[in-house]
């Protein structure tokens, strides 16, 4: 199965993407840029980075193929495990990865996993459409010559006539200003006044209807009637941030058995309802304390699944 697909659309949004088993794809944001030696001006793009030491499963990349595909969580996760373990033999023979749109994966002679980003596809999305181009150094000095030059070859006569008139334009300019000023002062004047005699009819036609909703008004003519006060007990499951995982459903009747079946099992098991990927999520505890969540979370994967794991909300 072809992953690299999946991990190109998740690096658009996300900044890491755990490929379990194997390594993290990283971006970062980098800010526009210009080279002074070639006038090339780059646009703000993300630069992709690997880390092999980022490799336990965020759920991430499970989810997102599982949506894509409709298929169960714990069937894509085995399947994803697999890609990985494939991806490191094929790195420890020494042949390298081409990941379509990614980069290239090889190992080095200290079997260190080396990587180099594709470095065509920009994954900022703000910068869409905007591309590398170099711009043209603007020739000063050289206009300036040309322009003195033609000067001393064309002169230029300008008669009095001219000269009066170009000299009467900026009073125009200030009499069209001052024109506007006052046009847009007696305009805000009227709307001013229009809006201060409808104030004053919304009132009164607002204290209007109140009196006559009063005088309408029909009151008790007697005691009202008492009614003897009734208590409820309501039991309600506090749950805390840190949830210990057992699964991601996408059909909820199979959430539903996992629940059934952890609580024969005697845990405190519960729906805790549909992730952004629309997976039905069933946790065996919830804790308030995280301490107390991570030690919970090793006796299960210990005794009852290696594949539960731990939710932590904000």
Known sequence: MRIDFYIEQLLYNHNCVVVPGFGAFLSHAKSAKLDASTHTL???????????????????????????????????????????????????????????????????????????????????????????????????????????????????????????????????????????????????????????????????????????????????ESAPLELPPISINVTKRRLGKHHVIAGAFRVAENAEKKVAQLKDKGYNAFYLGQNRYGLHQVAYDSFENPKEALAFLRKVKTTDSQDAWLLSEK
């Open 42 to 220: 780059t646009p703000p793009f993300k630069t992709i980075s690997f880390n092999a030491q980022l490799s336990k499963n965020d759920g991430l990349l499970v989810s997102h193929i599982a949506q894509e595909k409709r298929l169960g969580y714990e069937e894509l996760l085995h399947e994803v495990e697999l890609v990985g373990e494939t991806w490191k033999k094929k790195l420890e023979r020494g042949e390298s990865i081409e990941l379509f749109n990614i980069g290239k994966l090889w190992a080095n002679k200290e079997n260190r996993i080396q990587f180099q980003p594709e470095e065509k596809i920009n994954y900022l999305t703000s910068s869409f459409g905007l591309t590398s181009f170099v711009a043209t150094p603007i020739q000063r000095e050289v206009m300036k010559e040309a322009v003195e030059e033609l000067e001393e070859r064309i002169p230029f006569i300008i008669t009095p006539e001219k000269r009066e008139a170009s000299a009467f334009r900026p009073w125009l300019k200030y009499a069209a200003v001052l024109l506007l000023c006052l046009s847009l002062g007696v305009t805000g004047y009227r709307m001013y006044d229009d809006f201060q005699q409808n104030q004053v009819v919304v009132q009164q036609a607002a204290q209007e209807q109140v009196s006559r909703l009063i005088q309408e008004a029909t009151f008790f």
